[in-house]
């Protein structure tokens, strides 16, 4: 078997022409420009790559973007106090903390300092709950990507066993909660999970979120598996080995050009959504049309 590729460029990018007429939209009625603000906290150059990325796709669909880069000393508090203030701040309507920061700062208490209106990267517990509940609400980006993805290529999702393999709070344990909400049968694996491979072979939907390059083998696939790669190691290797694994399986995401493009187009979506939502309760900046 040689599975077929569910390719999420095409459909990031048609998500992302579509915030952009919703950005102009919203920017022509109100006055409003939907506005991101990222923050990099550190100088890991592979977050630093993520972060532009996301502010010249933001540029590029007419989403303003306000970028604050912080030092590698930076404190909790001190990092707290900047988002709070991003939080407040009328002119920014969504917030990206990029992930990781370093190991000094609680990440927890950071990303509790986005007010949830604009957590349109889906990281608070307020946006978790909604996943875990089924409920309307910002989706973590790639987790919510996913399951635009698999939607896209007609996936069955209710009453199919998916596995997930991490349980980080951005990836793995939100990926899990929406396809429970989606009637997925999920069971959770992770670096101490045993029989790990064994597992696996009862998905039919498998979720790699491991963080390691090629882990997940070919033989470790029931054949016609759903097998969803959201590894982003470094030379943009997936978590799966490819070769192996499109041989065994009937649809599979490749890395690049899978699930890393809908990352993307999520958060800009959402920060359309963020800002049409918050024009309905600003004072109206248009004179005139208070
Ligand atoms: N706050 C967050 N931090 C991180 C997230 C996140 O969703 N929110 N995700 C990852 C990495 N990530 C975004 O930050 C990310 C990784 C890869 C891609 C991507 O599009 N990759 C391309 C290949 C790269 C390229 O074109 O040069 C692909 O897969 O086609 C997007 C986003 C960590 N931190």
Same mark, same amino acid.
């Not at 491991?210 to 033989?219: I, L, Q, T």
């Given at each position: 078997m040689t599975a077929e590729l569910m390719i999420g460029t095409d459909l990031a990018a048609e998500m992302v022409t579509n915030a952009a007429a919703r950005a102009a939209k919203l920017r022509e009625s109100t006055g409003i420009q939907p506005c991101l603000a990222t923050v990099l906290v550190g100088d890991d150059p592979a977050s630093a790559t993520y972060v532009r990325m996301k502010q010249n796709r933001s540029k590029k669909a007419g989403i303003g973007s306000r970028s604050v880069v912080l030092p590698a000393s930076t404190t909790t508090d001190e990092l707290v106090a900047e988002l709070t203030n991003l939080s407040n701040d009328p002119e920014v309507h969504g917030i990206l903390l990029q992930h990781p920061v370093p190991s000094h700062i609680d990440e927890r208490a950071a990303f509790e300092a986005i007010n949830p209106a604009k957590d349109v990267d889906g990281v608070t517990m307020h946006a978790f709950a909604a996943m875990a509940f089924g409920e309307p609400g910002f989706r973590s980006c790639t987790p919510g990507g996913i399951m635009r993805l698999l939607e896209a290529y007609d996936v069955p999702i209710r009453g199919a066993h998916a596995v997930v393999i991490g349980r980080s709070p951005i990836l793995g344990k939100p990926a899990g909660m929406l396809l429970l909400a989606s009637d997925a049968t999920v069971t959770y694996t992770h670096s101490r999970t045993t029989n790990l491979p064994e597992i696996v072979r009862t998905a039919d939907i498998v979720v790699a979120a +491991? !963080?390691?390059?090629?882990? +997940?083998? !070919?033989?470790w696939l029931k054949p016609g598996a759903v097998v969803v790669d959201a590894g982003y190691n470094e030379g943009n290797v997936g978590d799966v080995h490819f070769e192996e694994a499109s041989e065994v399986a009937r649809l599979i995401t490749p890395v690049? !050009? !899978?699930v890393g493009p809908m990352t993307i187009a999520l958060l800009l979506e959402q920060t359309v959504d963020a800002a049409e939502a918050q024009s309905e309760t600003a004072v109206h900046p248009v004179a005139g049309l208070a």
């Open positions: +491991v !963080g390691k390059a090629n882990f +997940v083998r !070919g033989d690049p !050009g !899978g």
